[in-house]
Antibody, heavy 120, light 110 residues
Framework: QLQLQESGPGLVKPSETLSLTCTVS??????????WGWVRQTPGKGLEWIGS???????YYNPSLKSPVTISLDTSRNQFSLKLYSVTAADTAVYYC????????????WGQGTLVTVSS | QSVLTQPPSVSAAPGQKVTISCSGS????????VSWYQQVPGAAPKLLIY???KRPSGIPDRFSGSKSGTSATLGITGLQTGDEADYYC???????????FGTGTKVTVL
């Protein structure tokens, strides 16, 4: 059974870079034609899709995000990562890694989530 | 601000039925499949319904989904105390080029 687990700092200073990694277990990422993505949740804005990456490397980001973002893949480690640049307090949220079925609203597997607070 | 609108809360007694609506537009629900998620406090969302009406393995048939035009509905029959949670709809929005989620509905079992 597929399992996803987020890891990374729980506190980031304003204007710095938020970096998270998602480790996938239960099957090799390299042999699958899947998408992998990040979703965050704040009390005020609910669930927000950040972006997704296809196993071939193509990336898709939410155009409404105010902070620049990069999602990358490391199939040798069965991991994918999120970098959110120049963060502000508005980026404080619980961040989930998840597996979307293509570019859709269907996310069939989720990590447990990790709280990231942006504060000095 | 979400482009998919849900009622903030619904409630019913154990054993009864509730329905949760998800209202969208011709750029999201209209042309695309809808998914539904259950989120209990402190946990990640869990997929309940995908492709409008399909249930993943392990999801009881008490949960059902439907779609008509630019709206979708989640139904829960035989309500149980364990069904108390927040429920979200989700789909793709072609105009925004983004996956979008609903505002969320809290289900309370009276």
């Amino acid at each position: 059974q597929l399992q996803l687990q987020e890891s990374g700092p729980g506190l980031v200073k304003p204007s710095e870079t938020l970096s998270l990694t998602c480790t996938v277990s239960g099957g090799p990422m390299s042999s699958s034609n899947y998408y992998w993505g990040w979703v965050r949740q704040t009390p005020g804005k609910g669930l927000e899709w950040i972006g997704s990456i296809y196993s071939g490397g193509s990336t898709y980001y939410n155009p409404s995000l105010k902070s620049p973002v990069t999602i990358s893949l490391d199939t040798s480690r069965n991991q994918f990562s999120l970098k959110l640049y120049s963060v502000t307090a508005a980026d404080t949220a619980v961040y989930y890694c998840a597996r979307p079925r293509a570019l859709s609203g269907n996310f069939d597997s989720w990590g447990q989530g990790t709280l990231v607070t942006v504060s000095s | 601000q979400s482009v998919l609108t849900q009622p903030p809360s619904v409630s019913a007694a154990p054993g009864q039925k509730v329905t949760i609506s998800c209202s969208g537009s011709n750029s999201n629900i209209g042309p695309n499949h809808v998914s539904w998620y259950q989120q209990v406090p402190g946990a990640a969302p869990k997929l309940l319904i995908y492709d409008n009406i399909k249930r993943p393995s392990g999801i009881p048939d008490r949960f059902s989904g439907s779609k008509s035009g630019t709206s979708a509905t989640l139904g829960i029959t035989g309500l149980q105390t364990g069904d108390e949670a927040d429920y979200y709809c989700g789909t793709w929005d072609g105009r925004l080029s983004a996956a979008v989620f609903g505002t969320g509905t809290k289900v309370t079992v009276l």
